[in-house]
């Protein structure tokens, strides 16, 4: 059985007070059976890491450098953020891919990276709207697939994220049957790669405007693991709605 993540991302948001959503989140969730995991930005994780010691909410990273150390103005590694406390790591995310240039194989060196530090990778893929019109969705993200998660990934934990880019931020989400047929084809490509086995035990996410309204809909679509969430994350009591729906869902 797959076990279930709600994981938040923050993005670049969050002062050393916002820490306190961490520790009222831990207070709403004590009871859940789903994973629980909040990526603030850099500068909070080993903040956030201690307010959620002990509390069943564990704390990530949003991108880490390919190499453990060295000559890297201003990145951070992967060791670092176990450091400071992470659990996870967001790899390849739409905005670091377009802001940074980040490509596939960007992608999963990081992945890698994450992985020789005993972090989990949560590894995102996604379409634009452009790629979307022209029918291309599918064609897209198995290219970041195949591309993006390396060889000889451990299937406890790596994550795959879809989030599609057109859907991030904007309050759009796309239909169930949208949602189903990335998940139920990220499964699929998946097995074809690494066995049936090993795709059955890696957690699909979906991302983009997931919040509480539309957020237990969402968890009953095949194939849909959890969520990574932005905006509705950065609020215990929005966030604390989205774990709940998902640990009701089937
Ligand atoms: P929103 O939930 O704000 O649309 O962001 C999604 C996202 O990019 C999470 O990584």
Same mark, same amino acid.
């Given at each position: 059985?797959? $076990?279930?993540?709600?994981?938040?991302?923050?993005?670049?948001?969050?002062?050393?007070?916002?820490?306190?959503?961490? +520790?009222?989140?831990?207070?709403?969730?004590?009871?859940? +059976?789903?994973?629980?995991?909040?990526?603030?930005?850099?500068? #909070?994780?080993?903040?956030?890491?201690?307010?959620?010691?002990?509390?069943?909410?564990?704390?990530?990273?949003?991108?880490?450098?390919?190499?453990?150390?060295?000559?890297?103005?201003?990145?951070?590694?992967?060791?670092?953020?176990?450091?400071?406390?992470?659990?996870?790591?967001?790899? =390849?995310?739409?905005?670091?891919?377009?802001?940074?240039?980040?490509?596939?194989?960007?992608?999963?060196?990081?992945?890698?990276?994450?992985?020789?530090?005993?972090?989990?990778?949560?590894?995102?893929?996604?379409?634009?709207?452009?790629?979307?019109?022209? %029918?291309?969705?599918?064609?897209?993200?198995? +290219?970041?697939?195949?591309?993006?998660?390396? @060889?000889?990934?451990?299937?406890?934990?790596?994550?795959?994220?879809?989030?599609?880019?057109?859907?991030? =931020?904007?309050?759009?989400?796309?239909?169930?049957?949208?949602?189903? @047929?990335?998940?139920?084809?990220?499964?699929? +490509?998946?097995?074809?790669?690494? =066995?049936?086995?090993?795709?059955?035990?890696? $957690?699909? #996410?979906?991302? =983009?405007?997931?919040?509480?309204?539309?957020?237990?809909?969402?968890?009953?679509?095949?194939?849909?693991?959890?969520? #990574?969430? %932005? %905006?509705?994350?950065?609020?215990?009591?929005?966030?604390?709605?989205?774990?709940?729906? #998902?640990?009701?869902?089937?």
């Amino acid at each position: 059985m797959r $076990r279930k993540l709600a994981a938040g991302n923050w993005k670049m948001n969050g002062l050393a007070a916002s820490v306190d959503e961490i +520790t009222a989140l831990a207070g709403m969730v004590s009871d859940t +059976t789903v994973e629980v995991l909040i990526c603030p930005p850099a500068t #909070l994780v080993h903040r956030a890491s201690s307010a959620a010691d002990g509390t069943p909410v564990m704390i990530g990273g949003q991108d880490c450098h390919i190499a453990e150390s060295g000559a890297h103005t201003g990145d951070v590694s992967a060791e670092m953020l176990v450091d400071a406390g992470a659990a996870y790591v967001i790899v =390849g995310h739409s905005e670091r891919r377009a802001d940074h240039g980040e490509t596939d194989a960007m992608v999963a060196a990081k992945a890698d990276a994450a992985e020789r530090a005993g972090l989990g990778a949560i590894i995102c893929v996604g379409e634009t709207e452009a790629q979307r019109d022209a %029918g291309d969705t599918l064609a897209i993200v198995e +290219t970041q697939l195949s591309n993006s998660v390396p @060889e000889g990934v451990s299937v406890e934990t790596t994550v795959i994220a879809y989030e599609p880019v057109w859907a991030i =931020g904007t309050g759009r989400t796309p239909t169930l049957e949208q949602i189903a @047929e990335v998940h139920d084809f990220l499964r699929a +490509t998946l097995a074809a790669r690494f =066995g049936e086995d090993a795709a059955n035990g890696m $957690r699909l #996410l979906y991302g =983009g405007s997931v919040k509480p309204s539309n957020a237990a809909e969402i968890f009953a679509v095949s194939n849909v693991d959890g969520a #990574l969430v %932005g %905006g509705a994350s950065l609020k215990a009591a929005d966030f604390g709605a989205i774990v709940e729906a #998902l640990n009701e869902a089937d």
